[in-house]
């Protein structure tokens, strides 16, 4: 059974940093294309960044280009969200999920698999 599990939103200061994880457990992250979303009340689901399954390519919404890094870590089967330079429009419950049609990108659409969601709120 495949579970994707969200962890490390919490309530942080504008200009503040968080790195997200997410786990899997019953597959495998580094064979799947990995997605991170978000989803902010009363907004639709969009994507912020993924990474590929084999040529560790990336790519960033343009929101938030040069402030967000994902990452991955084979050994803790565990993909990272690293955030900086937060502002209160990045506030919303951050998904990730995971591709397994060998296809990557920004588009729900691609994934098959998804976490639960971890809040992440940016407020002074």
């Known amino acids: 059974q495949v579970q994707l599990v969200e962890s490390g939103g919490r309530l942080v200061q504008p200009g503040g940093s968080l790195r997200l994880s997410c786990t899997g457990s019953?597959?495998?992250?580094?064979?799947?294309?990995i997605g991170w979303f978000r989803q902010a009340p009363g907004k639709e689901r969009e994507g912020v960044s993924c990474?590929?399954?084999?040529?560790?390519?990336?790519e960033y919404a343009d929101s938030v280009k040069g402030r967000f890094t994902i990452s991955r870590d084979p050994a803790k089967n565990t993909v990272y969200l690293q955030m900086n330079s937060l502002e209160p429009g990045d506030t919303a419950v951050y998904y990730c999920?995971?591709?397994?049609?060998?296809?990557?990108?920004?588009?729900?659409?691609?994934?098959?698999?998804w976490g639960q969601g971890t809040q992440v709120t940016v407020s002074s």
């Open positions: 999920a995971a591709s397994f049609s060998g296809y990557y990108g920004l588009g729900l659409q691609i994934y098959d698999y």
């Open positions: 019953g597959i495998t992250l580094a064979d799947h294309a």
């Open positions: 990474i590929s399954s084999n040529d560790g390519y990336t």
